[in-house]
């Protein structure tokens, strides 16, 4: 992308640590998604809870490393993974600011996670129920919890702010 730097104009938010639900995990996801948005790329964030603990914490990183894989998902769960040193991220819950791609929700599935919570679905390209739904393939003996639209405003607000200011296509 050749335009200037865009400021991100949206504050961190600080949740209480007193209690621990789906709001605060995804608060840092939102967090994340900032932080991606601070080093000029798509504000995307997620965060791996594991026994209670962040396991992960990661953002899109697509354009600075220029790898088309630097997705905030797939980061967390390599990071879930050597943190609990085994691949397979059981009983570990995703957070996720928007709705995983093809890719990413693949990934979810084969990290066989317990849960993924995301804020904003994406009729496009989304493969937990938006555009299509993977966990929902028959055969599969892993299948997800999914929870949808936890921080939905904020997170939608802040990646439509994205977009519009550098009036891009949202197509990722
Ligand atoms: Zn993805």
């Known amino acids: 992308m050749s335009e200037a730097k865009l400021e991100c104009p949206f504050p961190k938010v600080f949740p209480s640590q007193f209690l621990r639900d789906d709001v605060f995990y995804m608060s840092l996801a939102y967090n994340q998604a900032v932080d991606a948005w601070r080093e000029d790329e798509v504000p995307v964030g ?12 990661a953002h899109n990183q697509v354009a600075g490393v220029g790898d088309p894989t630097a997705h905030a998902e797939i980061l967390a769960m390599t990071q879930a993974a050597r943190a609990i040193g085994d691949w397979r991220l059981i009983g570990a819950t995703l957070y996720v600011t928007k709705e995983p791609c093809p890719m990413c929700s693949g990934a979810t599935l084969m990290a066989r996670l ?24 028959p055969r599969v003996n ?23 200011l550098k009036r891009v296509d949202p197509g990722e």
């Not at 791996?48 to 396991?55: D, L, W």
């Not at 317990?114 to 393939?137: E, F």
């Open 142 to 164: 892993h299948h997800l919890e999914i929870t949808r639209n936890i921080m939905e405003a904020e997170c939608r607000e802040l990646l439509q702010a994205y977009f519009r």
């Open 114 to 137: 317990k849960r993924v919570v995301y804020a904003v679905g994406d009729p496009k390209m989304g493969c937990l129920g938006g555009a299509t739904d993977l966990n929902a393939l």
């Open 46 to 57: 997620a965060i791996i809870e594991h026994g209670g603990e962040v396991i992960a914490a």
